[in-house]
């Protein structure tokens, strides 16, 4: 049976958790196992984790499902179980109890056909973005290793001219039944064929090329379309890109997750972007109107006089496009009042100059201190 932590337990938040919380765990998170930053041996396997359970506790829909039933709400192949929920099957509903019933007497058991279609597995890939790629999208080409269908049998294990032949043993069953001796007597139970494998069909002469897998590992490329506006660790399912199946059965998918780097000036969450904007002590007093950066290219803002440190400014659809619709987000200002270091003398004197006016002592001990009250008021301290 599966086996996988609860999404909130992986998350570190509670059930009833906001979309907010939900967010700030996962951003903390992600930067945390991200394997570019963390190199222990199994980061990437948190990485992968925690990235699922954002996946499902983001989306209304799913997240509503899991909290009903469970990761069987939202991976219907959790705990091995074909018919629903929680791996109950048919109408007893006790496809769990059948499979231990089966284990033991060899029947009541759910057959599965061994010729049956049956879907490939899924593949995993990690593209690398820039915050710009993030924020406009991009093409990449991708290159990966996976099976696909062998081009000289094409699926079929036997060598060109042959066909495969029901397996003599089993008679196309892919089980034999075995009598053995238990506490309770003797009983049947069934088992894999071993001359088959499970297949049910027997091969006489293999492919020379996938001798008789009917798969060939190749190289394969695929043109990822990356959408404006993804975020970190998430991930997008390309249909059919993934193992090749059996039986003639479909290609598996290829989920590729979305690794981020970080920007250099910028911060982001979800479509909001957050800049810093350094002022000198004259732009903050006496206001000014200066060039600010964003993703977009530079906007011009006006500084109202008087600006104090952490004033905060809104640039209304500057941010980064929101995934799922909506426009862009914005990009929010927040200004720090830088402090003048290494005064020159015209400079202090200005400063002298300006504190006589305002009404405070002249003198040289008490110039210094109006210096220290300068410097404490826009977030700096007086040298040593």
């Known amino acids: 049976m599966a086996t996988k932590r609860d999404y909130y337990e992986v998350l570190g938040v509670q059930k009833g958790a906001s979309d907010d919380e939900i967010k700030k765990a996962y951003r903390k998170l992600s930067k945390k196992f991200h394997p570019d930053i963390n190199k222990e041996a199994d980061a990437d396997v948190k990485f992968k984790e925690v990235a699922e359970a954002y996946e499902i506790l983001s989306d209304p829909q799913k997240r509503a499902a899991y909290d009903q039933y469970g990761h069987a709400g939202t991976d219907p192949n959790f705990g091995g179980g074909a018919g629903g929920f929680g791996g109950f ?161 479909p290609y598996g998918d290829l989920y590729v997750v979305f690794y981020v780097e970080e920007s250099d000036i910028f911060d982001r969450d979800g479509g909001e972007i957050y800049y810093e904007l350094p002022l000198n002590f004259v732009q903050a007093a006496l206001g000014d109107e200066i060039n600010v950066p964003t993703v977009h290219g530079d906007v011009k803002l006006k500084i109202p006089a008087g600006t104090q440190t952490g004033a905060k400014f809104r640039l209304r659809g500057k941010g980064a496009p929101r995934l799922r619709g909506g426009g862009n987000g914005d990009q929010q200002v927040t200004v720090k009042v830088m402090t003048p270091r290494n005064l020159s003398e015209e400079q202090k004197d200005a400063l002298r100059n300006y504190a006589k006016v305002s009404g405070h002592e002249t003198n040289e001990q008490y110039s210094e201190g109006f210096f220290d009250k300068v410097k404490d008021a826009f977030g700096g301290s007086k040298k040593k």
């Open 89 to 249: 099957s048919g109408a007893g509903g006790f496809g769990g109890f059948e499979d231990i019933f089966e284990s033991f007497f060899g029947g009541g058991g759910r057959s599965v056909n061994p010729n049956a279609p049956r879907q490939g597995d899924d593949l995993q890939y990690s593209v690398n973005l820039t915050f710009e790629e993030a924020i406009f999208g991009a093409e990449k080409n991708v290159q990966y290793k996976r099976e696909e269908t062998c081009h000289t049998c094409h699926g079929n294990g036997a060598k060109p001219g042959t066909e495969p032949t029901t397996c003599h043993k089993c008679h196309g069953a892919g089980t034999v039944n075995v009598e053995r001796q238990t506490p309770l007597g003797r009983v049947m139970s069934r088992q894999t064929c071993d001359v088959c494998r499970g297949t049910g069909k027997e091969i006489k002469e293999p492919c020379p090329t996938c001798h008789g897998s009917g798969h060939e590992k190749n190289t394969h490329s695929v043109k990822v379309n990356v959408p404006a506006g993804v975020e970190n660790g998430q991930q997008m399912r390309l249909a059919g890109q993934g193992e090749a199946g059996t039986n003639g059965g």
